[in-house]
């Protein structure tokens, strides 16, 4: 067998359980390879019986002092229950619908126990332990590597189809990895690497493999970035020759910040460079990311070209058209709005008005990916809440044009490191400053204790003139943890605590055009308080918007409350925000803690990346690059320095990778696996 046939022929496997590893990308036995342990159990080390500690696993060695006794509890469950000692004292044995334990045992006998231990009275129980007698090392003494599942596909079949995939290396496997990179990282050769992954005799072993596995995603990802990059250099942007912004600056009814005029000045010389402009501009909510877009739409159209704005919702997208048509008008320049829920006749409208030309700036939603969507000369395309649209989203904008300018914005505060890897396609720019006038937003950390409290604060914001957001992890009872709080049930508690208010509820299942009108009903002052899911982190501008409520704040990430944080304050009333959840343990009360601590986004991006990992950014979207199979950008970020270092130095000498056909080769199928087209 070769690394390219599929599982399906692997002895034990058949094509019933090939079809359900499908569903886990394992379907040749190079894909079986590629499939790494997401952990390892060490049961090598013996612990003694009176050693034990409640809630971790461990293998002990120890005598069946009596029979296993099996009780009949319900229909479809059985438990079989015994005793086993060692010199130290006495542990419980539980095996649920495991008759064959019950005749495998021998009293007397001397086996090693593997399993998880919980405390029940003064004795420890073992649940479900694997075993064997002592000495046998099949499922104990041994590093056991843990595999993700799916339904019908245990542990054993996946070792099973690595096993074989593990025979059918390449004594002389090709290494994309340059020799002179290995050896200055002391990284092993990829055929170690494999078989080391999945089995280690250590878990230093492990380690190693991990090592050089994981540097190996990250320098692929760094050359296939770079690679875009360098392919992206050769290519002429639209000519804007005149990009003074005197006329600009002067029409604004305020001033803009250093941050602000930094970002656009940045973004300036990137367009006077003559190479298309491909910059990320990040910064906190309200930081004034739009006016940095404006003023880039205001070069595109003085140059008589056109640019489009894209929003992820109609909202915003009206927010946008709210808060710049009359800044374009009175510098001359047209604006029009297209999005999704327009009549037939008013898209057909602003459709022809693009194509002719009449329309300098459009703004709107995903409606301008459509293919009745025709630019006269667009030159600048802007996509906000970058991380709400794919790659392939973004291209697709500005595939309608040649050589279109690209400026995508983000709220999403990502420390700096992290952001050169993500949006290694693009120049980064960050707004680090608020707008003068900005209010400070008083943050506390609080437990249930303060319910009654809270209730009466929410009702003293709306007879001061306030509005007020109360975010929920739910959407209705019964989803999930139970011990969390839907938004359904607590707009019903609001609306009994205070009938005096109108509360409004709005989440992910509601319907795109109920949402928006409830959302707008919350921005005309019509609504006192707006119970939602996280479905208002990127919504409406609302100034009178005085209090944001977060219950069960200890289940969201830092940046998310940060992001939830940024809705109110937004006028010039006093805001506050509170979060539930610092009686949920100390971890719970010290990350609170210091959300209320600081504004700074980037302190707390930073915290959050080191406390929960990357997935708070990106949740499983990774923003279409392609995924990482063991990489964690939170916990690799020195060997992702070092990956990126190596991958920069091998581009200098050969950007076209020409003269290493292997790396250009994985390059490839790495970004094939995202499929939003990034390499193609």
Not at 136 to 164: C, E, F, N
Request: hydrophobic share 40%.
């Amino acid at each position: 067998m070769t690394l390219d046939d599929e599982i399906r022929f692997v002895r034990g496997i058949g094509p019933k359980k090939a079809q359900a590893m499908e569903r886990l990308g394992i379907r040749t036995l190079r894909d079986a390879v590629e499939f790494y342990p997401r952990g390892y159990e060490d049961r090598t080390a013996v612990t003694r019986v009176c050693d034990l500690t409640e809630g971790e696993a461990a293998c002990i060695h120890a005598v069946l002092g009596t029979a296993l006794k099996t009780a009949h509890i319900r229909r479809g469950m059985d438990v079989s229950n015994g005793m086993a000692y060692d010199t130290s004292g006495a542990v419980s044995l539980r095996f649920f619908n495991n008759r064959f334990a019950a005749s495998a045992l021998e009293v007397g006998g001397e086996y090693a126990f593997y399993g998880k231990v919980q405390r029940e009275g003064r004795r420890f129980v073992m649940i479900n332990p694997e075993f064997e007698p002592v000495g046998m090392d099949r499922k104990t003494g041994r590093i056991l590597p843990v595999y993700s599942l799916t339904a019908g596909i245990h542990q054993k079949d996946i070792q099973t189809v690595t096993d074989a995939a593990l025979c059918v290396l390449p004594p002389q496997m090709a290494d994309f990895l340059p020799e002179d990179v290995r050896d200055r990282f002391a990284l092993p050769e990829l055929r170690e690497a494999m078989t080391l992954i999945h089995r280690p005799q250590t878990l230093e072993q492990a380690e190693t493999a991990r090592r050089r596995l994981v540097f190996e995603e990250l320098f692929l990802l760094s050359c296939g970035l770079g690679h875009l990059r360098e392919r992206r250099a050769g290519i002429g942007g639209v000519p804007l020759r005149d990009l003074g912004l005197r006329d600009f600056y002067h029409t604004l009814p305020f001033s803009l910040t250093r941050a602000q005029v930094r970002a656009i000045e940045e973004c300036c010389l990137d367009i006077a460079s003559g190479r298309p402009l491909s910059r990320l501009v990040q910064g906190d909510v309200g930081s004034g990311k739009t006016m940095v877009a404006a003023a880039l739409c205001w070069v595109a159209a003085h140059n008589g070209k056109q640019a489009a704005l894209m929003a992820p919702t109609e909202l915003l997208a009206q927010q946008h058209m709210q808060t710049l048509q009359p800044l374009f008008a009175r510098l001359g320049v047209s604006c029009g709005l297209l999005t999704g829920s327009m009549t037939p006749k008013q898209k057909k409208e602003m459709q022809e008005r693009l194509a002719a030309g009449e329309i300098s700036v459009a703004i709107g939603t995903h409606a301008l990916l459509s293919e009745k969507v025709r630019f006269s000369q667009l030159a600048l395309a802007v996509v906000d809440e970058q991380h709400r649209f794919g790659v392939n989203q973004r291209a697709m904008l500005t595939q309608k044009g040649k050589h279109v300018h690209l400026l995508v914005m983000s709220a999403t505060p990502i420390p700096r490191t992290l952001a050169l890897l993500i949006y290694g396609d693009l120049d980064v720019s960050i707004i680090d400053e608020l707008p003068p006038g900005r209010q400070k937003i008083e943050s506390y950390a609080v437990g249930k204790n303060m319910r009654r409290r809270i209730d009466a604060f929410i009702d003293k914001q709306c007879q001061l003139g306030g509005q007020v957001y109360v975010v929920c992890p739910l959407v209705e009872d019964g989803e999930g943890d139970t011990g969390r709080v839907s938004a359904e049930s607590c707009a019903a508690r609001l609306q009994q605590v205070l009938p005096h208010r109108r509360v409004g509820l709005v989440h992910g299942r509601t319907k795109a055009k109920e949402k928006d009108a409830i959302m707008q009903a919350f921005a005309d002052g019509e609504i006192d308080i707006l119970v939602s899911t996280t479905v208002i982190e990127v919504g409406v501008d609302v100034p009178n918007a005085t209090l944001m409520v977060v219950e069960n704040a200890d289940c969201f990430g830092l940046s998310q409350l940060h992001q939830l944080r940024g809705r109110v304050g937004r006028g010039t009333r006093q805001s506050y925000c509170i979060f539930f959840g610092a009686d949920q343990g100390e971890s719970a009360r010290q990350r609170l803690t210091t959300l209320c601590s600081t504004t700074d986004g980037f302190a707390i991006a930073q915290a959050d990346l080191e406390q929960r990992g990357a997935g708070d950014f990106f949740g499983t979207r990774q923003h279409g690059l392609p995924p990482l199979k063991l990489a964690n950008l939170a916990g690799d970020t020195r060997l992702m320095a070092g990956a990126k270092q190596a991958a920069d130095a091998i581009l200098r000498l050969d950007p076209e990778l020409s003269e290493h056909p292997e790396l250009r080769g994985r390059i490839h199928r790495m970004f094939e696996r995202c499929g939003e087209g990034m390499f193609n």
